[in-house]
């Protein structure tokens, strides 16, 4: 079965850097659009970034944008999240998302199927 096996969270001071991690299994991954998400205490699960399949279209919410990198290996089945001048509005549960998609690239929870657990990022003031 399908599995998303996120690593890399952590707590981090205001304007540090985290790489996020998260490994597929059980799936073609070249045929899966890639997401994180996060979701803070008491809060909604929000979209943070998304890659197509082949790694060449992204798309960030305007909250992380020019801060936030999403990348992809499809040699190692993985994509990351690259983290930089973090902020205390950061702090969240991570998540992991995989869509078999191989057009429009989805930015919305419902269109994703599968998720990971989901890696804790806490940003200390």
């Known amino acids: 079965q399908v599995q998303l096996v996120e690593s890399g969270g952590g707590l981090v001071q205001v304007g540090g850097s985290l790489r996020l991690s998260c490994a597929a299994s059980?799936?073609?991954?070249?045929?899966?659009?890639m997401g994180w998400f996060r979701q803070a205490p008491g809060k909604e699960r929000d979209f943070v970034a998304a890659?197509?399949?082949?790694?060449?279209?992204?798309y960030y919410a305007d909250s992380i944008k020019g801060r936030f990198t999403i990348s992809r290996d499809n040699a190692k089945n993985t994509v990351y999240l690259q983290m930089n001048s973090l902020k205390p509005g950061d702090t969240a549960v991570y998540y992991c998302?995989?869509?078999?998609?191989?057009?429009?690239?989805?930015?919305?929870?419902?269109?994703?199927?599968?998720w990971g657990q989901g890696t804790q990022v806490t940003v200390s003031s």
């Open positions: 890659i197509n399949w082949r790694g060449d279209s992204t």
């Open positions: 059980g799936l073609t991954f070249t045929s899966y659009a």
């Open positions: 998302a995989a869509e078999l998609r191989r057009g429009v690239v989805p930015r919305r929870v419902p269109d994703y199927t599968y």
